[in-house]
């Protein structure tokens, strides 16, 4: 059986290649590109870089975050740059290296990768995060339990929906990946798509996703359990950033409205049109932290 936590801990030092970035730093001065030996009038300005671990296509995630790195920036007086990665592997690779200043990411990042990274939290969205495990309506199964000698299709592996769909599995006595066939879709549509033409018998993904999932097959689908809350995702901030800025931080992040994003990309965040996140701090999160132990213990 594959090791699900011990082994992305494990992975990591061999999927970053290359070194750490630990800031990213733009700061080249008119007088020593020139080559006049002139002094700068005033010390050049630090940069921040911003990560959002890629839980959506990259164009959408820049059309909601790059807004949001806008707001900051005007807050901070210095540039606030947004970033994010191809693959969930990749951005976890940069967090763990702490090559973010500032980032948005899911709860079991934050445990497992980011708080021994040196990441304090400072907000989080208002909701809490739960996984579906999503069937074919016409399917017989009651619970869980049905999903034995099943096979079960999860979201990327170092997703929150992977990690809850495993945690649940496990409270009910099965074994993921012993007790049914595990198989990883590159992204939530994908986990839907293979149930919905019968290539699966569940699909773990969480209840955004599956709104967003093309109409005819989303009828074609029922919702058979879903999984306790945790708390939801967070943005975090990196110790060495200073603490006047933390804060700015933190109090933009707790008023914005998100006002520069189109309206179809900040309903996911705010769909009661509040302001969408909420303070946040370490003792939040120490569910989590037990079910990431919890599948480490089992694996």
């Given amino acids: 059986m594959r090791l699900l936590y011990p082994r992305k801990e494990s992975l990591l030092p061999v999927l970053c290649l290359l070194p750490a970035l630990l800031l990213c730093w733009q700061a ?12 700068p009038s005033a ?7 911003f990560g959002i671990f890629p839980y959506l ?31 969930f592997e990749k951005f976890s690779c940069r967090l763990k290296d702490a090559e973010f200043d500032i980032a948005y990411i899911q709860p079991f990042d934050y445990v497992r990768i980011a708080a021994p990274a040196g990441y304090l939290p400072v907000a989080k969205r208002r909701t809490p995060l739960f996984a579906l495990f999503v069937v074919k309506r016409e399917n017989a199964f009651k619970g869980l339990h049905d ?13 929150a929906m992977s990690y809850l769909g495993k945690a649940a599995l496990i409270e009910n006595g099965l074994r993921p990946e012993r007790d049914m066939t595990v198989r990883y879709a590159k992204e939530h549509h994908s986990c839907l798509q ?48 200073p603490p006047k800025d933390r804060k700015a931080i933190k109090q933009t992040l707790l008023k914005t409205t ?8 900040r309903a996911p965040l705010a769909a ?28």
């Fill in 28 to 39: 080249p001065t008119q007088a020593g590109e020139s080559g006049t030996g002139e002094r």
């Fill in 43 to 49: 010390p050049a300005v630090h940069e921040y870089t």
């Fill in 57 to 87: 296509p990259l164009v959408k995630l820049e059309g909601t975050f790059a807004p949001l790195a806008l707001e900051l920036s005007k807050a901070l007086g210095r540039a606030v740059h947004y970033s994010s990665a191809a693959t």
């Fill in 147 to 159: 999903l034995k000698g099943a096979t079960v299709v999860f979201p990327p592996e170092e997703s």
């Fill in 194 to 241: 293979q149930v919905a033409v019968g290539e699966a018998a569940a699909c773990v993904t969480s209840e955004a996703s599956l709104r967003a999932f093309d109409r005819a097959l989303q009828e074609k689908l029922r919702v058979l359990e879903k999984t306790p809350d945790i708390p939801p995702v967070l943005f975090v901030v990196h110790k060495r950033v």
């Fill in 258 to 265: 998100l006002s520069g994003v189109a309206p179809e990309l």
């Fill in 272 to 299: 009661d049109g509040a302001k969408p996140f909420i303070a946040a701090a370490a003792a939040d999160y120490e569910v989590v932290r037990r079910y990431a132990e919890v599948i480490a213990q089992e694996q």
